[in-house]
């Protein structure tokens, strides 16, 4: 059976993600399907921390929010470019 790690919720700066979709102007459903999530809720649990994202999943999301993988790692939003 294949597992895939969770990612550190501590490490992982969730409120980037949300800021990152909120500027793009995408839904959580969209997010959701990018995902391949049964629905928006599902993926709301994620992105507020309820759920533990996966490894598998930062690359889909840093596909959709158009930014690099480290950026959901950093604390500083002034050095994140738009």
């Known amino acids: 059976m294949k ?3 969770s990612v ?3 490490a992982m700066n969730l409120e980037f ?3 990152r979709r909120l500027a793009l102007d ?3 459903q969209e997010m ?3 995902m391949g999530l ?3 809720s599902t993926y709301m649990k994620y992105e507020d921390g309820t ?3 996966k490894a598998n999943h930062l ?5 959709k929010l158009k930014c690099s993988i480290g950026n959901f790692f950093e604390r500083d939003f002034a050095k994140i470019a738009k």
């Open 26 to 28: 995408l839904s959580l």
């Open 8 to 10: 550190s919720l501590e």
């Open 38 to 40: 049964k629905n928006a």
């Open 59 to 63: 690359p889909i999301l840093a596909k």
């Open 51 to 53: 759920y533990s994202l």
């Open 32 to 34: 959701a399907d990018a």
């Open 17 to 19: 993600v949300k800021r």
């Open 3 to 5: 597992t895939t790690k």
